[in-house]
């Protein structure tokens, strides 16, 4: 039996993974997890429902800047701040008008001044994303595989997820193999802080969805230049992407504010 390699995981993914070993397939990926397997949960995981929250590609609380260019496929939304606080879009508004365009994004934008009935749309969508957001917080399984620090390298199944801390995407590309199943459900539960390295991956195998992956991060995300992921982000606080970092998926930030930095933002397919 091949030992860990340079990654601190909980005694109970030591436990679990022990007992799976012999009829597991060692990840193919280079780095300090290459050698580490991760247990087939049994307990599979519902959808976590986004409600009038998942009409947005972006949803912030206090803001959404900008620099251009960013390319953004989907509806952008903002509340309780107003709409001053969406900046480096060259937006379109007229008065009295529940939208606003922008030649980056395909879709429309608003924010909690805008025309009616946007204020009261924006104040269900980010209740709605606060509810989201518990659910995901608050998943249990008896299945649950515990992580820390860098999960670059590995490759994850089905099933529900945790950190006692931050999670980061460093050394290695992260995996997620839905086994033919492209219903299958991810759930990553970030007590603190989540974040990518330059130019490292998320990557979708055996049917995997970006709009499976769901993850929950306690404090705020930052994502390193170049970088790719895929799945819904909910932030407690922040979400920031430096230069040409790409998301398929959301962004949604409760309080704080989303930062784009050229970025690629495409709402997920179904």
Not at 139 to 163: A, C, E, H, M, Q
Not at 173 to 185: I, R
Not at 240 to 260: C, D, H
């Amino acid at each position: 039996m091949k030992k860990f390699k340079n990654i601190s995981l909980s005694i109970t993914l030591i436990t679990m993974f022990m007992v799976v070993f012999i009829g597991g397939c060692k990840d193919s990926s280079t780095g300090p997890n290459a050698d580490v397997i991760i247990p087939v949960q049994t307990v599979a995981q519902s959808s976590v429902s986004l409600g009038s929250a998942g009409n947005y590609v972006i949803l912030a609380g206090s803001g959404i800047s900008n620099n251009p260019t960013s390319a953004i496929t989907g509806n952008i939304g903002l509340s309780p701040a107003a709409g001053s606080f969406i900046t480096g879009f060259s937006l379109v508004y007229t008065t009295g008008n529940p939208n606003s365009t922008s030649a980056q994004i395909t879709g429309n934008v608003q924010a909690s001044d805008y025309g009616v009935p946007t204020p009261a749309t924006l104040t269900s969508a980010q209740g709605d994303l606060t509810i989201a957001y518990n659910n995901a917080a608050g998943r249990t399984s008896t299945n649950i595989v515990l992580l820390s620090g860098n999960i670059g390298g590995l490759t994850l199944t089905p099933g529900l997820y945790k950190s006692g801390g931050s999670l980061e995407i460093s050394s290695g590309d992260l995996t997620f193999d839905a086994k033919g199943n492209s219903n299958a459900v991810f759930i990553i539960q970030i007590a603190s802080t989540f974040s990518t390295s330059s130019g490292r991956k998320v990557i979708l195998a055996g049917g995997a969805k970006a709009s499976n992956i769901f993850w929950q991060v306690g404090t705020s995300a930052t994502f390193g230049t170049t970088s790719v992921l895929k799945g819904i982000i909910m932030a407690d606080q922040s979400i920031s992407l430096n230069t040409g970092a790409s998301i398929e998926g959301r962004l949604l930030a409760r309080i704080a504010a989303v930062t784009l930095e050229g970025n690629t933002v495409v709402a997920p397919s179904n």
